[in-house]
């Protein structure tokens, strides 16, 4: 069985053959940040290069889950196919193959990870922390979730939060919890709302 340290060095061998062709395009990185914060992308507008990877693979990510345009799981398959060098094209791909090869679609995650991306850093904390399908390792899922947290990643930070609350794989420390879920209802994750009147409740019990 797998360890979690070791994962990726795996992942460079089943990955080796991919190219890392992101284009660090500004535009698809406000239009990302938009769609991980829960904010309508109606008013944006994609870069003018017609072959940016990181816009078709932010594309391919609104086709999987029809975020401002129709459900399409086979089209953003496709885009997402073509750019999977992208970050964004990387996390589509391990999205639209989770149903599937759980294993490799984490290697994705991970891939993605390594290039900066902290929704991708998030599932690869979930998964560590789950253990379903690679070996749980609650202080490894620690880490990569304070990446995805330090890039104010709303379902990270609620995540990362609960581990506080719950003393998973850190110090018990409601405090924090509180800290951490202030910060993801600001950026107007609603659940971090419900979570917030929960973590208030356990500190007066405190």
Not at 153 to 159: G, K, R, V
Not at 166 to 172: L, N, P, Q, Y
């Amino acid at each position: 069985m797998t360890e979690p340290s070791s994962i990726s060095d795996d992942i460079n061998q089943t990955l080796k053959r991919v190219p890392v062709v992101s284009d660090s395009c500004k535009d698809a990185e406000v239009i990302w940040r938009s769609i991980v914060n829960r904010q309508d992308i109606s008013s944006y507008r994609w870069c003018s290069n017609l072959i940016c990877s990181d816009c078709k693979g932010v594309q391919a990510y609104c086709y999987l889950h029809g975020i401002g345009c129709p459900k399409d799981p086979t089209f953003a398959y496709k885009l997402a196919s073509e750019v999977k060098g992208s970050q964004y094209g990387l996390i589509t791909m391990a999205k639209c193959q989770y149903g599937t090869e759980r294993i490799q679609a984490i290697q994705l995650c991970l891939r993605a990870a390594e290039l900066g991306l902290g929704k991708a850093c998030y599932y690869v904390g979930k998964e560590l922390l789950r253990g379903t399908f690679v070996p749980r390792d609650v202080v490894e899922a620690h880490k990569w979730l304070k990446h995805a947290a330090d890039m104010e990643d709303p379902e990270a930070l609620c995540l990362l939060a609960n581990c506080f609350l719950e003393g998973k794989g850190v110090t018990k420390n409601i405090s924090t919890a509180i800290d951490l879920l202030e910060r993801a209802k600001r950026s107007g994750y609603i659940i971090a709302e419900f979570a917030l009147l929960f973590a208030h409740s356990e500190a007066v019990k405190v």
